[in-house]
């Protein structure tokens, strides 16, 4: 860990196909010390819809009181919990979103179709429930019974603990779709710097400093130059102009995850 002793904290989703991780955009100086947050291990995710403010709640516990400058970052529609994050890690914080984005209406539907019939290749999309008239929460309820009954139709033979576990990642994944797309798609601390792959966007006109690359969203996570404005920021050549003050910057809506 260089002198400065940054804290560098990324919240992330374990298991992406194909995956994206800031272990391989931080520079390798601060790849040791990265504390690394997986928002599908928080542990009422696969049987309940943890608010994003909740799931902010219980990573600041997790980390505990931080001294010193700390670095979060997030992406995708795990932005509005690193910017939650940012008022409850009780340290000089500095946050750093990557293709900010939140769930439209209709992507826990259009996820739960993908998953199930990943699941069993015959189902087709009308066989799947529709959950966009449903509350978080009778959602998941509707979504955990139907992947168990995916799986036993396949394996009928399989012990119900076996089933449920076959079904937790997509359990988790759909709790914290739901919970994003409640949440609404606001950042509540502004960012200081918004890293942007080619074809992501960014409408909020704040003071957050705008850096666009030319790759796309996956390949971002390893392009030299987005590492470097990472670099900067941590030995203190790239800093954010002004004091970051309370805003609600708006991120537009992706069918991304």
Known sequence: MPALQYRVVGVEFGKET???SFATLLPPPWRDGYHRIDLLTHPDIRQSVPTVEE???YWARRLGV???PVVVLGYCSGAAVAS???SRVGADTTLVVIDPA???AGDAQELLVD?????????LPGDVPDILDHDPAEALALVSDFLRSVVERCAPDLPPDITDSLTEHQRAW????LAAGAHGGVLRAEPDHVLLSEDAGWEYTGRA???RFPVGDVELFGFAEATAVIAGLLDGRTRPDGLRRPSASPIRSTQRR
Do not use: F, I, K
């Open 55 to 57: 799931q902010a709640e």
């Open 174 to 177: 759909l709790s914290y779709t």
């Open 84 to 86: 939650e994050l940012v």
């Open 115 to 123: 998953l199930a019939t990943g699941m069993d290749e015959d189902l």
């Open 102 to 104: 939140a769930p439209a």
């Open 18 to 20: 194909p995956p994206r």
């Open 66 to 68: 931080m001294t010193g």
């Open 209 to 211: 400093r705008v850096h």
